[in-house]
């Protein structure tokens, strides 16, 4: 098993001396500027001796990381140029920016994205300036990088970015360095597995490069800490086939280095040439490079009596006295003398011109690559007409159905007029969530073995475009990468375990902020469409684990620029939610709606009105006519509004005389004022809808704080009631969820009742009958196992 | 490589006859009380033909994992028996409950707990009917599950909860079934490389069994889906010995089954002989399981016409037609039928004597084990004195401290004091987050190769018990393990990467929500103490992706009686409040406070008194001296709360006539109602602290409307004027990202000048030195990096 999938060491010559010496000049260059970058904010180009005063007064960054990751770069670039190859780069350690700045910077890049840090010693000394500086750019690779789509501040994702990026772009090499850190987190662990989804006939290549540096912030890694034959073991059992380049002696490296990457791109292409002359593809084992070198590799290899180089000292800043201790002053610019800055930079400033001859020009070099400014690439998706697979409702509040079904044949449309742009990602879930007329265009994409039992209802193909796996990590993963290299895509999962997710959609949303208000040579890239569904009122079988619908308060506290959720109360209202979302760009779009059958209230032509203002009357439910009611009743979510209505149904047969104004929220933004977030409601849409002092009763999907939290600052919150989930359940029917945790029709009439003063002491007796109505509907449910049928049908009386 | 680590095929005549006929007889009993959870709610023992009135109306479970699960236990119990073995089970697939349920029921277990269903026909009936039924228990391996501390509802915990529990637990063998769904996530993925923590000198043996069915709910799944060659090398990878266990007939499967089980317990057993015969113990390759077995095993072969046993078909309720459809209802007769019901229970419907004999008695049945009841053998912490490490405090607000030393110094005594009972652990970063001084007392745990440098500073032992993976997963994982089955813990990691645990926090406080208030035979267990460090406001070199202070809002939408949300403000309120965490039982309590240098406000004596209380005046910073104040300003948290008393201080200086009164908050549910969480304040106790009134500037830690989603029920609510972190950050000095979200000691004095109405008119002149103040700033840390050093200085005048 051993020898085949080694290499490096037994192959020489594969650089000629010349070769050599400039590939090993130009990675000095990068590591100068890593130097550079922490430590200097003047003498950019040590002209003159280093001084305390050109020395940054506080230092910050991480060197460790850097030399490696710009190593790698130094030799793709070879053999880009040589072989005309469309690469982009990602830089899982991404707090090794230096590593990618640099590279960046040398190709000139940089300075045409920020002509202020132009290609000369003014432009090197702001470049080093900006670095990790107050009021400039961050020490990680954040959007503001040119040629990066992945910032690595949170590890974990950089390999399922890489996989993201590399589907439907047959012709892409996404050149992912790993780092031995990241290597130990769950979702990077899992995102190995990603090669059994790749189709290497229609797809492009993730080239996965494990850089064993060997130290986290102050620890070892795991996997430099196990012996080779495990290693071995490790990434033959994750399918593919290791190549190995260790070492620390720089010329050794360099010839290591370009020797497997030759053999690797060889291995690749005769993977896409057999896979693509035709015939059904078979999963390869893709090839994958075990990179060992020092942390901190060219760097001090001692700092006062301790190993520096090859040590977690090096991770961030070796060594930070500079300016207090004349010796690390000294060190330091020996450290910056030891690359030779005068052989690599011209009296101006200016990389020499043989250096400046080993990167490949325009789009081609990997910092201006067009991948990794996706919105550049990107085209319109084309839509079919959302009103085609709307729902007839004749009679509303009469009819049962699933809400998600008529989504996924509209979903499936625009799937077979998107075919190589658009694809669906849920963990395992797909059919279950209703969404499975998708398969009728295209089925689940598996690399892995088939057997003879797949044909029947597997819905299993090479070629498919529906992606799923069981791990939410990995999908959001490949979404990102998808969408931030210019594509469209649409993620649905349980809504309780959206929460797997979190901080992946934290990281999200910020990378699409910052794109979108401070980085203006971002084109805007699609948005990322989240349907969270089987939602927290229907686990009549799963229970208390699976409910909470508490992603959406995540969402709400990052920037109003870039969040959206949506809460459409029926089939009608989601397709047009759906519509919008898919057409919309450079936001997260969270939309919850649930599986199961429910009561369908709106025409398409209705939804379509209702979902234009986001929130509104229902007039049918409402009986004010126009005047100031004596109570609202709001609703937002499928199931508060179905319960929200039928009470409104009891108190109209009940209580005639009662004025009573019904308003249902599919735009949850809505409920913040204008000034919080641009799809807010003025202060005057908001009391004309929910009056100035009137109670309103607010059934609400999610956990009822959250509309307090976004309502807070208009005039009637004072008289805002809101019901919600309040971590009440087990195994229950619907109707006994809704009850415990009072969000049913009884118990919303008995806060009418409660609420509107001038009834509390002429109605006992319908209290009575709603107390007596919870009893009964409790205990039908304990016996038979159900709810009783006719619930559903006393909502919306025509 | 192959052959040594296979097994199971070549060994024969493990079993005799009579025990190939009992255990196969045992394992029918379990599958019968499946099939019967899932179906019946009448007709327990099939003593009448089976007619619809005995089938539940709505058929709710999993069948698809659960004869997997119960032949594994089935296979245990014998060694169990045999070699008085103390084992406890984790069921990864936990939505195969029935698989639990039933050997539960067997063992006696279930009818000790639950006396109502006891172990006869009428209890049977009871036992069946509350499976999966509205009011009772769910179709997961919930809390109500004696036996169990792993619910399994969210999938990917199995394993590290596994670890968790082994750790310090020397004769413990935990059997961990994973399933390969759940082996898909990213979670489960890592934490494969928990053997790397595992001293076997000291602590237990995790047993993984991965069960191979083949399926997840509609999916085939990948490590079903690649080669033998692969599976096998990828576990060695992982540092396992994998011993595969295969095939589908029922008696050749006990044969392997059996066989394989005594050679993994003697390899166990001879691991521990060499460990703990002395010497530095070594990373043994501990054995594993693969077992792989059809899904719905001993289940229908075909329904219909399509596969069943074997598919994705049998994951839930394999046909479910049953009161519609004659021959649906006879398929289920004959297949209840087949596990010969009248030979595995006796006419009263109790297990038959010598099937009783199988399982072992007391508390070595699985299911009676009382490490999976691990408050039963907890024993009290030794805490010692708190005082002891209180930072001196002479002159409030003059002296710069890092919050978290001192605590680091208590952690250490508290690990001398219990040095088999406690643990700290955190993701690479205990000495970042200044709690080194723990390693004074015990190092990292890495049974990893070791090197000659870590001798220098590296910090490592094989018989460590401090506990650093790059995998926040696995690590809530291990403590959740450690404190279920009995012990104590410490969790610390960086505040905005808490996120990535989210769905982890959600699942462990339902667990204790349910432990807590609805299983009374659970014994408390010590409470989950998770402090957040490195916090939002101190990101100097980090930027945008590493602030999120939102950890806490989720925090707040589970169940009051087991959350609780600390934000001391500096070092001596942190020893109170962490004192307190660390007596608690059944809670899951948030501390936040970060690890830089910040001033130091209280003595241990007013720290005590302040924490007692949770919020309170602080008069030193007040001048209302017992009459009602103009303005409130209110603080929560370490950064907030100096630059609160900084714009006090300005206002002294400035205002003199202004009557000001300043409140600190350490208990974040204080601001909640009390009828809204048990440490909530009366309106009372409100009202006399932030007045009924008078504007309250509230400077706040985190995201700022989670103050308004807290207190919007108090009467001065809509006085409430709130500051806090509002995504708006980068690269900043501390000061500067305090004024980008206005939570600075200028923007403070602006609030407290727009909110009182007789200041705004005659203090133009302290408004303008506000602006010019902050714009001063800015400059001055764009200009060198730093903030001003006299900052600090103007907090708290004596």
Known sequence: MGQRSTSG????????????????????????????????????????????????????????????????????????????????????????????????????TYSEVYPDKSEDAEGMQKFFKQFSFPGHIGSHVTPETPGSIHEGGELGYSLSHAYGAALDNPDLIVACVVGDGEA????????????????????????????????????????????????????????????????????????????????????????HEKARAGGEPERPRWPMIVLRTPKGWSGPKEVKGHKAEGSWRSHQVPFGDVRDNPDSLALLESWLHSYKPEELFDADGRLMPELRALAPTGSRRISANPHANGGVLRRELKLPDFRAYALEVSHAGQVLQENTRPLGEFLRDTMRANMSTFRVFG???????????????????????????????????????????????????????????????????????????????????????????????????????????????????????????????????KSPSVTRVYLPPDANTLLVVAD????????????????????????????????????????????????????????????????????????RER????????????????????????????????????????????????????????????????????????????????LELAILNQVDRFNLVIDVLDRVPRLQARTAYLREDMKNAIISNLSYAHTHGIDRAEITDWVWPD
């Open 184 to 271: 130990e987190t769950g979702p990077l662990a899992t995102a190995w597995h990603s090669n059994k989804f790749v189709n290497p006939a229609r797809d492009g290549t993730v080239l996965p490069i494990l850089n064993l540096n060997g130290y986290k912030i102050a620890n070892p890694t795991i996997l430099a800490r196990i012996s080779h034959r495990e290693l071995e073991a490790l990434f033959e059992g994750y399918g593919y086939k290791p190549f190995f380049v260790e070492g620390s002696d720089h010329a050794e490296m360099h010839e290591k280095m370009a020797a497997t990457l030759d053999t690797v791109i060889a291995e690749i292409r005769a993977i």
């Open 427 to 557: 963990p395992d879930e797909t059919a279950s969530n209703r969404l499975q007329a998708i398969y009728e265009v295209s089925k689940k994409v598996w690399m892995g073995d088939l057997l003879p039992e797949d044909e029947d209802g597997g819905e299993l193909s090479r070629d498919g475009r529906v992606m799923e796996m069981l791990s939410e990590h990995t999908l959001v993963g490949w979404l990102e990468g998808y969408l931030l290299s210019g594509r469209h895509g649409f993620f649905h999962t349980y809504e309780a375990f959206a929460h797997v997710v979190d901080s992946m959609f934290n990281q999200h949303a910020k990378w699409l902020d910052i794109c979108k208000n401070h980085v203006p040579w971002r084109a805007s890239v699609s948005s990322q469409n989240i349907l969270l569904s089987s939602t927290v009122w229907r686990q009549d079988h799963n229970g208390f684990s699976h409910q909470d619908p508490g992603f959406i308060d995540l969402v709400t506290n």
């Open 9 to 108: 060491a037994a192959q020489q010559g594969t650089l000629d001396s010349d070769e050599l010496r400039l590939i090993d000049a130009w990675w000095r260059a990068c590591n100068y500027l890593s130097v550079g970058m922490i430590y200097l904010i003047d003498n950019p180009l040590l002209k003159e001796p280093l001084k305390v005063d050109h020395v940054k007064q506080r230092l910050l960054g991480h060197w460790g990381a850097s030399p490696a990751l710009s190593f790698v770069w130094a030799h793709l670039n070879r053999v880009i140029k040589r072989d005309d190859l469309d690469v982009i780069f990602m830089a899982g350690p991404g707090h090794g920016a230096p590593g990618v700045l640099g590279p960046a910077y040398l190709e000139g």
């Open 655 to 734: 209580l005639p005389e009662l004025k009573l104004r019904f308003v249902n929220v599919v735009d949850l933004f809505r409920m913040q004022p204008a000034s919080e977030h641009p799809h807010g409601s003025t202060e005057r849409e908001f009391d004309s809808l929910f009056t100035v002092d009137k109670p309103v009763i607010f059934n609400f999907h999610g956990y009822p704080w959250l509309i307090h939290k976004l309502a807070y600052r208009f005039r009637n919150h004072e008289h805002l009631h809101v019901r919600g989930y309040k971590e009440k359940g087990n195994i229950n029917t619907p």
């Open 580 to 651: 919008e979302c898919l057409r919309s760009t450079d936001c997260i779009n969270i939309i919850v709606a649930d599986k199961q059958k429910h009561l369908q209230f709106t025409t398409i032509d209705e939804a379509v009105v209702h979902c234009a203002k986001g929130l509104g009357v229902w007039r049918r439910a409402s009986n004010d006519e126009g005047e100031e009611p004596d109570v609202v009743m709001a609703s937002c979510g499928d199931v508060a509004t179905q319960e929200a209505l039928a009470a409104t149904a009891i108190l």
